[in-house]
C-alpha cells in the first residue's frame, strides 16, 4: 500500500470513532453539600444523562459546609458554588472578582405548633424563638425590619435562641420553642408534620419595594474564570435548568432522589418537593438584580458593616448575564 493509501485509511479511521474518543468532555468542578439541594439537581443530571449530552462532566466536590465551599472557590479547588448575593457583593466591594447567578427563591418561614395562639407577626412578642443561622441571617434581618415597621423590636423583646438548623426544628418540635424561623427544607418537614406557617420570608419582601420572589442564593464563580469558560458555563446552567424542570415536572424523579432527601415519609417528601418548585428562578436576571438592589437596602441597614462590609449599595458586577436577553 502506497503511503498516500495509508493515510487515507487513518483519516477514514479516526473519522469513524465516536466523539468523546477524540475530544473529551470539559470538566466543570462544584462544590457540593451533601445534604444540599443541588446535591438533588445533580442526581436528576445524571440519572437523566444531561452532563452527557451536554458534554460536560460535572466533578462534585463534596463538603461540609457552605464556608468549605468558599474556602474552596477561592482556592480554586471548586469552579463553582451555591452562595448568596450578599456574600458576592462583599467580596467584590473588597476586591474579589465573584459573580453569582439566580439558583433558588425558596427562603425559610416563621413556624408555629398548629395549635399555637400567636397569630400574627406582632404576636411573637415576649415568646421564645428560635433562629437558625445566626444574628446575620438574611431572613432574620428581614423579619426584624418587617416588625420595626410595627413599632416591635423583636430583637429585645422577644428571647432569641440562635442555633443550627436541625437542633432548632428538634427543640421547636419538642415544644421547648414558641416558634422558630428556620431554612425553607426544616420548614417544609415540619409542615409534614402538622406545624403551622406563619410567614413566609419571600411574603415579607413586597412592602420593602421587592416586585417578586428574589433568588437569595444562586451559582457563584469566578468572572475571570467565566469570562475564560463562557460557552462552559452557558452549558451549564443549560443542564441545571433542565434538572429543574424534570422536578418541577416529574413526581417519578422525586421518588429516585427521596433517599438523598433524608425524607422520613411520603409527606416530607411532598412538602419538600411542592416548596422546591415554588423556588425555581422564573424571572430575567435584570428583575432579580433588581430587587436585590433594594433589599440590600433593607438588610444594610440592620446588619450593617459586618453583614456586607464598606459598600453602601449593591457592588457593580454582582450578577453574571448568561447573555444578552438577561
Given at each position: 500500500m502506497t503511503q498516500i493509501g495509508r493515510l487515507l485509511m487513518a483519516i477514514v479511521a479516526c473519522a469513524l470513532l465516536p466523539v468523546t474518543a477524540?475530544?473529551?468532555?470539559?470538566?466543570?468542578?462544584?462544590?457540593?453539600?451533601?445534604?444540599g439541594t443541588f446535591a438533588w439537581e445533580l442526581a436528576v443530571i445524571r440519572a437523566r444523562q444531561l452532563d452527557k449530552q451536554a458534554d460536560i462532566a460535572i466533578d462534585a466536590v463534596e463538603l461540609a459546609?457552605?464556608?468549605?465551599?468558599?474556602?474552596?472557590?477561592?482556592?480554586?479547588?471548586?469552579d463553582i458554588m451555591v452562595s448568596d448575593w450578599?456574600?458576592?457583593?462583599?467580596?467584590?466591594a473588597l476586591g474579589a472578582k465573584l459573580t453569582f447567578y439566580p439558583y433558588s427563591s425558596a427562603l425559610g418561614a416563621v413556624?408555629?405548633?398548629?395549635?399555637?395562639?400567636?397569630?400574627t407577626l406582632a404576636d411573637l412578642k415576649g415568646r421564645k424563638l428560635a433562629v437558625a443561622g445566626g444574628p446575620l441571617d438574611k431572613s432574620w434581618l428581614l423579619l426584624q425590619a418587617t416588625l420595626k415597621r410595627d413599632g416591635v423590636d423583636l430583637?429585645?423583646?422577644?428571647?432569641?435562641?440562635?442555633?443550627?438548623?436541625?437542633?432548632?426544628?428538634?427543640k421547636l418540635a419538642d415544644g421547648e420553642m414558641d416558634a422558630g424561623l428556620n431554612y425553607w427544607n426544616f420548614c417544609a418537614a415540619l409542615e409534614a408534620k402538622g406545624f403551622r406557617r406563619l410567614a413566609g420570608?419571600?411574603?415579607?419582601?413586597?412592602?420593602?419595594?421587592?416586585?417578586g420572589r428574589t433568588a437569595m442564593i444562586g451559582y457563584v464563580f469566578d468572572e475571570d474564570w467565566a469570562a475564560k469558560h463562557r460557552d462552559l458555563v452557558a452549558r451549564f446552567l443549560t443542564v441545571t435548568?433542565?434538572?429543574?424542570?424534570?422536578?418541577?415536572?416529574?413526581?417519578?424523579d422525586w421518588q429516585t432522589i427521596a433517599p438523598l432527601t433524608g425524607a422520613q415519609d411520603d409527606a416530607t417528601l411532598r412538602a419538600y418537593r411542592d416548596r422546591y418548585r415554588e423556588g425555581i428562578p422564573r424571572r430575567?436576571?435584570?428583575?432579580?438584580?433588581?430587587?436585590?438592589?433594594?433589599?440590600?437596602?433593607?438588610?444594610?441597614?440592620?446588619?450593617?458593616r459586618d453583614l456586607v462590609g464598606p459598600a453602601a449599595e449593591l457592588s457593580p458586577g454582582t450578577y453574571y448575564r448568561a447573555d444578552a436577553r438577561d
Open positions: 477524540c475530544c473529551a468532555a470539559e470538566t466543570v468542578k462544584v462544590a457540593v453539600q451533601k445534604t459546609s457552605p464556608e468549605a465551599g468558599k474556602i474552596a472557590l477561592r482556592a480554586g479547588n471548586a450578599l456574600w458576592v457583593s462583599r467580596e467584590r413556624m408555629v405548633p398548629a395549635t399555637s395562639p400567636i397569630k430583637k429585645s423583646q422577644a428571647t432569641i435562641t440562635y442555633g443550627a438548623p436541625p437542633l432548632l426544628a428538634a420570608i419571600e411574603d415579607l419582601l413586597p412592602p420593602f419595594g421587592a416586585k435548568a433542565k434538572a429543574k424542570e424534570i422536578l418541577a415536572t416529574s413526581d417519578a430575567p436576571v435584570a428583575e432579580e438584580e433588581a430587587d436585590a438592589r433594594v433589599l440590600y437596602g433593607v438588610l444594610a441597614s440592620i446588619g450593617g
